[in-house]
């Protein structure tokens, strides 16, 4: 299965995601994944790139409550430091993640496995990424879709 791929219909389309420019002692972005009842968060330096060739490091941070998915203001006593965080996108979030044997397998399976496949359907970013576990560190990834060759092809016209 391609990210490009009609979704399965046993996955949920319930999922959101937010992007919060955190602008702390080290300011970073942070990507929110609703999960349930929670948010699974990651920091990273820097903005999404668009860019199959960028990855970014990114650090996995605490879970947090989904009343931080459009939160915008400061937040104190947060993991990865207090300050203002400021939404840059929100929007719907599809999974297109699968495990060893190439079956689909739901969002929380993913994150607990370290191989996370997202396509995000926000007002500013669209398409799909890959957040990848080596040990402690993760990595996120723009995948190779419709939307970076889209954008590959205006940049090389």
């Not at 970014?56 to 993991?79: C, H, K, N, P, Q």
Request: with cysteine; hydrophobic share 40%; aromatic share 8%.
């Amino acid at each position: 299965m391609d990210l490009n791929d009609p979704i399965p219909d046993n996955w949920s389309m319930e999922h959101r995601f937010a992007l919060h420019l955190h602008e702390t002692g080290r300011p970073h972005v942070d990507l929110s994944l609703s999960l349930g009842d929670r948010l699974a968060c990651w920091r990273f330096d820097g903005g999404l790139s668009l860019d199959t060739a960028i990855h970014l490091r990114a650090e996995r941070l605490d879970d947090r409550l989904l009343d931080y998915l459009g939160f915008s203001g400061v937040a104190l006593g947060l993991d990865c430091g207090a300050g203002p965080m400021t939404v840059i996108d929100t929007g719907r979030l599809h999974n297109h993640s699968f495990d060893d044997r190439g079956r689909p397998i739901d969002l929380d399976a993913a994150v607990d496995a370290g191989e996370v496949r997202i396509w995000l359907e926000g007002t500013t970013f669209q398409g799909g990424w890959d957040l990848t576990r080596a040990g402690e560190a993760w990595e996120l990834t723009k995948v190779g879709d419709i939307v970076a060759l889209a954008r590959a092809a205006r940049v090389s016209a």
